[in-house]
């Protein structure tokens, strides 16, 4: 849009003042905006510089045309690559941020499990050895209740032995 305005102004420079003069009073805008009296004033003194050089060069103002249009695609097109590059180096952003995120995620998902498997194993440790102690507890009870067992046979044992020899003496 603004690129094609730009290249008629350059196009329309070998127009001679009187043809300026009369798309001056014209004046027509066009749907962009565009309108000639403004750009025809900067076109006029680029037009004296451009006249003023080809006769100081020797060019002919068409050779003059074709370099600033060469140049202005050279521009238009150095800007597209611009913004491509500008988008190929955002989307790498995006997806390096996204695989970041990603692998932050899956390492905080694995800690999280890591430290459950962990707490899962502490408990039955704990378990394990709580029930180990009742165990062994309950062993020496049972020992203890044995002994008091066999305490008890003997005496009464001895007690009868002596009831038994004392009966008899």
Known sequence: MGSGNFLKTIINIVKDEGSKQVKESSASTKSNGFKWKKHQ???????????????????PVEDLAATRIQTAFRAYRARKQLLRLKGTVR???QTLNNS???QATTTLNYLHLWSNIQAQIRARRLCMVTAGRFRQKKI??????EAKLHDVEVRSRDL???TMHGLRS
């Not at 004033?41 to 060019?59: D, E, I, P, W, Y």
Request: hydrophobic share 30%; glycine share 2%.
């Open 160 to 162: 009868t032995h002596e």
């Open 100 to 102: 970041v995120k990603k």
């Open 41 to 59: 004033r900067k076109a006029s003194t680029r037009m004296s510089l451009v006249s003023r050089n080809s006769n100081t060069l020797g060019m």
């Open 91 to 93: 989307l790498q952003a």
């Open 140 to 145: 020496t009870n049972q020992l203890k209740l």
